[in-house]
């Protein structure tokens, strides 16, 4: 006598491709499939989209943090003067500047001075934030002598100083044309301290993919920002880049060490945590919503099989009759919810993929159509709505869309491996 067939045997998929293809008396199953096909495939688009986006945010916010500013920087412990006056300045920049640069895992350690100006040009003016570094240590800066939309020549930055594009584009400057630098604490006279006032020729500008940097950041020689800003042979702080960004906190006590006990150490987790902390909570909460999303799109299979083992009936007291056990009918109408399922799952992968590889023609589209300024980077701090495509990601949907799927499948499934056959039989 032949053993039982294995299952999943090629009769039960024959049988539920049967039941898949509904005939005219069945339309309501028929359109419960595409229902359901239709939502889950939606869910999973929205899902994955939103994970790329989450994703792309993230890393362009990052970039943009590690590209333009120093991954840690180091101040020192306020100290008071013989005059009274509170000095957190660094003298010995260059000493501690060569004690940080040999600790393992630091690339480079450059001395800054730092001070708030007013610029103007024409009768155009801003304000800005000077940034006073040498010219080597700013070549080190990748997200502000590498971006798309700088231009200038950097090689005369010793004789002129850097500016944001977003600075260029409130003043109506470009790469060549002079600009004044006005400072409240100028020149140190017997009656007080006036206002300095100083012209500076526009060398370069530079995009650092930031609003926020390009409306206000200037670059100015080291040297000259000391003597501009009353800093003669001190620096305000000292801005370090590591090897691994990712892993400064493992770095930080080695730095302090390094340092002396007097200095304060600042990495840029720390100035930009709460941001960080506040969009992994929206990821979380999204994620949730997004995953209510597919288990409601999920449970119209329930419906769908449901209306379709009901219809079934007799079908299943005869395949019950001629020797089908409940194991086999169980699995033809699980085949048939789970089939919905990952239909709906493929194709909600390839819509999720293509949005996230095919986002900025999508977006440009979005922008023309609504008129323009959907995107206010004012507000977002990039210019774009980037979105990147992991793996990982996709992984995770998928297998959130096919355990939803499998599971809600499996209780109408029983119902019908359950039905009795004298009662599906009984008035036909």
Request: with cysteine.
């Amino acid at each position: 006598m032949a053993g039982n067939p294995a299952p999943f045997a090629p009769y039960e998929w024959m049988i539920a491709w049967r039941y898949l293809r509904a005939r005219r008396a069945e339309g309501g199953v028929s359109v419960m499939t595409w229902i359901s096909l239709i939502g889950i495939t939606l869910a999973v688009f929205a899902l994955i989209a939103t994970l790329a986006v989450r994703s792309g945010f993230r890393s362009e916010f990052v970039g943009t943090i590690l590209g333009a500013n120093a991954h840690v920087t180091v101040y020192s412990a306020a100290r008071v003067t013989e005059t009274g006056r509170r000095d957190r300045t660094i003298p010995d920049y260059a000493e501690m500047a060569k004690r940080i640069a040999a600790v393992p895992g630091v690339l480079h350690a450059a001395p800054v001075v730092r001070g708030q100006v007013m610029i103007s040009s024409a009768n155009r003016s801003s304000g800005a934030e000077v940034h006073g570094i040498s010219a080597a240590d700013l070549a080190r800066l990748p997200g502000i002598v590498d971006g798309d939309g700088d231009y200038g020549d950097l090689s005369r930055y010793d004789d002129g100083i850097a500016i944001g594009a977003g600075i260029a584009r409130e003043l109506g400057v470009t790469a060549g044309d002079r600009v004044k630098l006005i400072s409240p604490n100028g020149v140190r006279t017997p009656m007080g301290t006036s206002p300095r006032v100083k012209s500076y020729p526009v060398v370069y500008v530079f995009s650092a993919g930031r609003y926020d940097i390009d409306r206000t950041r200037i670059y100015m020689p080291f040297a000259e920002a000391q003597s501009y800003f009353n800093r003669e042979g001190v620096a305000d702080e000292l801005q370090l880049r590591v090897a691994d960004p990712e892993a400064v906190d493992r770095l930080a006590p080695a730095i302090q060490a390094a340092a002396g006990e007097n200095a304060l150490v600042w990495t840029w987790r720390d100035a930009s945590g709460g941001f960080l902390r506040a969009l992994e909570v929206e990821d979380n909460v999204m994620f949730v919503i997004l995953s209510i999303l597919v288990l409601i799109a999920t449970m119209n299979i329930v419906s769908g099989l449901i209306m379709l083992v009901k219809n079934k009936g007799r079908d299943i007291g005869i395949l019950r009759t001629i020797g089908l056990g409940e194991g086999a009918i169980l699995r033809v109408f699980f085949i048939c919810g789970a089939a919905t399922g990952v239909t709906g799952t493929i194709c909600g992968v390839i819509l999720g993929s293509l949005f996230a590889i095919y986002i900025d023609p999508i977006f440009s589209f979005v922008n023309y159509v609504m008129g323009g300024g959907v995107w206010d980077p004012a507000i977002r701090g990039i210019y774009a709505l980037p979105a990147e495509l992991h793996l990982a990601d996709v992984l995770k949907a998928v297998a959130l869309s096919l355990g939803l799927s499998f599971v809600v499948t499996i209780f109408p499934a029983r119902r019908a491996a359950r039905l009795n056959p004298v009662e599906a039989l009984r008035y036909e």
